[in-house]
């Protein structure tokens, strides 16, 4: 099978195409590298670096390759700057998929794959998080992808593009074999920022408020190892391809960590330890974002394998030698 991977230079989508080429698909990588980098597509997959604002170099892509399904990662995807500049985030993150879903549906394709998010949920009145809570997202970020959710459900019906959108909890650790890892810049997210203390490029952790009404008063998240994401894409291309229907699943493990537990849980890895302060809250941070992935488990078949423990040794393994 061949696979358009759009985004498949980030970090998400690179670790996905890694996978699935290991498991024997033939994998296309399309990317305008504005985020994404180069280095972290395997040197024997194509690599279009293609913007999907641009329609005509778009459709040019699908009239190379025959390709059998789509899985769509290209996106801006910081909450705080989706809050600064909103207008980036709706033209990159609708334009590009308008486009890419009339390439869609003008080459016949009908399986789609779309990379979602839990922060639809904004804050939700009930933890774990199952599908059927209700879709409230309170930034521009999780409103593009609510629309585009909403967007794919309306070509399902009327084109027959059946869909997974996945709705991921908080992605997170690297390749086990370091190749490839996180390299965003700037770096918004807690475990980077928390290791790249422990190597010195930064001086401390601020932990954005620890009066929660949580065990430890720190925010608790789902994290989520990349490799069982990635898993989680390529089962739902198998349902797809065996006909199953458009559909909506939680990526997480179940399992929520706190903000303190993950510094502490670093400094065991490391074996030293990480210099941090308590600040204020950061706006919009729910105190718990934790997955009921039940519906996952018995629909896809899919089962997370990293603990927090091989989620942070990877990504310490990645960081302290990372190549790009
Ligand atoms: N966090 C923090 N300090 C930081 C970055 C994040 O205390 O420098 C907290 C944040 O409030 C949240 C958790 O760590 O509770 C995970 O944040 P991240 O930005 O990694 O992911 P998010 O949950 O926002 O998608």
Not at 9 to 36: E, M, P, T, W
Not at 86 to 106: C, D
Not at 209 to 219: A, F, I, L, Q, V
Request: overall charge negative; proline content about 4%.
């Amino acid at each position: 099978m061949n696979i358009l991977v759009t985004g498949g230079a980030g970090y998400i989508g690179s670790h996905f195409v890694k996978q699935l080429v290991k498991v024997g698909y033939n994998a296309v990588v399309l990317d305008n590298l504005s985020r994404g980098h180069k280095e972290s597509v395997p040197a024997n997959v194509n690599l279009e670096i293609v913007d999907l604002k641009d329609y005509k170099s778009t459709r040019t892509i699908f009239n190379k390759y025959k390709f059998d399904a789509v899985v769509h990662f290209a996106a801006y995807a910081y909450v705080g700057e989706s809050v600064e500049n909103p207008e980036l985030y709706y033209t990159n993150n609708l334009i590009g998929t308008m486009n890419l879903l009339k390439a869609v549906k003008e080459s016949g394709i009908n399986k789609f794959v779309f990379s979602s998010t839990c922060s639809l949920y904004g804050n939700p009145l009930k933890v774990p998080i199952s599908e059927n809570e209700s879709v409230k997202p309170i930034n521009p970020y999780a409103h593009s992808k609510q629309m585009i959710e909403n967007i794919l459900k309306d070509y399902s019906e009327a084109y027959g593009i059946n869909y997974v959108a996945l709705r991921y909890f908080n992605a997170a650790g690297a390749d086990p074999e370091g190749d490839i890892g996180e390299s965003h810049d700037p770096e918004p997210h807690l475990i980077p920022i928390t290791l790249q203390v422990a190597l010195g490029k930064r001086e401390k952790v601020s932990i954005f408020g620890n009066d929660y009404d949580t065990p430890d008063g720190t925010c608790l998240r789902d994290y989520i190892h990349i490799n069982d994401l990635a898993d989680a894409h390529i089962k739902a291309l198998e349902y797809l391809n065996n006909g199953g229907s458009s559909d909506i699943f939680n990526l997480g493990t179940g399992n929520g960590n706190s903000v303190l537990e993950i510094i502490r849980t670093a400094e065991k890895i490391i074996g030293e330890k990480i210099k941090f302060e308590i600040t204020d809250r950061r706006a919009g941070d729910p105190a718990v974002l934790v997955a009921d992935n039940k519906k996952a488990k018995q629909v896809l078949d899919w089962q997370p394998e990293f603990n927090l423990e091989k989620i942070i040794s990877t990504a310490w393994n990645w960081h302290s030698n990372q190549k790009y």
